[in-house]
């Protein structure tokens, strides 16, 4: 299959490649591409997280970290990047020590990080004049995804690179799929995390209902899971909710600067987001709270 690709067990032979970002989703990824065997050489703004890093993982295979992300990307056939934003990636792509200053023509750039579909689009082209290949390939899972190397990755770019980067990437992926050309995995987050915004909220309510009214809500989770309103939030957040329990990886603060590249292409789409743009709202409620480092499920603190 061209565009998408489940997890596989065969093996791929070792590859010299490069991570940038070794934060919270960064670290296990770059983690499970060494213990794959591949060269790895990793980058991060703090140097410190990059020692820690290697000797991590000293014993998988040839690792090394590098000061700059140009110098991380020397002779790297693939580089994975997860930073925080539209800016940080620019900054570890662009200039006299950015990454694609640095990359051989030919390599490939993958890029992880959840950030607007105009700077992918951007990056892509200026990776086209340089020779290079990019690809947007933002991920959905979570942290228990990267560390499980189970991760949804959805792609944009040309089918050639996601080719090459796709059976390095199934370290990491659970699956890893092409939507489209530059801009189109950023595009599919995006409705990924529409989805979720609203999802959450709605389970927020339910519960908070189910508990004013003085039901037992873990046995009526138990019920309704079985039924049409399960879901994964349901499946995995319900019951942490009920024990308001909010520590669960993918923070508020994350998930409205997500909201916010959602609500920002919306308006230059068309698209009428009415939901979304009530549950950012509810998420920055929870921000005022002091929760800005608790899970997406905390919206239901709102209510309590």
């Known amino acids: 299959m061209n565009s998408i690709a489940l997890k596989m067990h065969a093996p791929t032979p070792a590859r010299k490649v490069a991570f940038l970002g070794l934060g919270v989703m960064g670290y296990p990824m770059a983690g499970h591409l060494a213990q794959a065997g591949h060269q790895v050489t990793v980058y991060n703004?703090?140097?410190?997280?990059?020692?820690?890093?290697?000797?991590?993982?000293?014993?998988?295979?040839?690792?090394?970290?590098?000061?700059t992300p140009r110098a991380a990307a020397h002779q790297a056939e693939l580089v994975f990047c997860c930073v925080g934003n539209d800016?940080?990636?620019?900054?570890?792509?662009?200039?006299?020590?950015?990454?694609?200053?640095?990359?051989?023509?030919?390599?490939?750039?993958?890029?992880?990080?959840t950030a607007s579909a105009s700077v992918a689009r951007e990056l892509y082209g200026a990776a086209k004049n340089l020779g290079l290949h990019f690809v947007d390939a933002p991920v959905s899972g979570g942290q228990a995804g990267a560390q499980n190397g189970m991760l949804t990755v959805m792609c944009g770019g040309d089918q050639a690179a996601f080719d090459q980067a796709q059976p390095v990437a199934m370290a990491f992926s659970k699956a890893f799929t092409r939507l489209g050309e530059s801009g189109a995995g950023q595009l599919a987050k995006m409705v990924n995390q529409i989805c979720i915004a609203g999802l959450v909220q709605g389970l927020s309510e339910a519960i908070a209902f189910g508990q004013q009214a003085g039901l037992d809500m873990v046995q009526v989770l138990d019920v309704i899971g079985k039924g049409a309103a399960q879901s994964w939030?349901?499946?995995?957040?319900?019951?942490?909710?009920?024990?308001?329990?909010f520590d669960f990886g993918f923070a508020v603060d994350w998930m409205r600067k997500d909201?916010?590249?959602?609500?920002?292409?919306?308006?230059?789409?068309?698209?009428?987001?009415?939901?979304?743009?009530?549950?950012?709202?509810?998420?920055?409620?929870?921000?005022?709270?002091g929760g800005q480092r608790w899970d997406t499920s905390s919206l239901i603190k709102r209510l309590r």
């Open 45 to 67: 703004r703090t140097t410190s997280k990059s020692i820690a890093w290697c000797e991590e993982y000293t014993g998988a295979g040839a690792i090394k970290h590098a000061e």
């Open 87 to 113: 800016n940080d990636l620019a900054q570890v792509t662009l200039g006299a020590d950015g990454a694609f200053a640095g990359m051989a023509p030919g390599s490939v750039f993958v890029d992880h990080t």
């Open 259 to 289: 909201l916010g590249l959602v609500l920002d292409e919306a308006k230059r789409n068309g698209a009428r987001l009415p939901v979304t743009a009530l549950v950012d709202q509810f998420y920055a409620d929870v921000q005022h709270m």
């Open 233 to 245: 939030q349901l499946d995995n957040r319900g019951k942490t909710m009920v024990a308001d329990k």
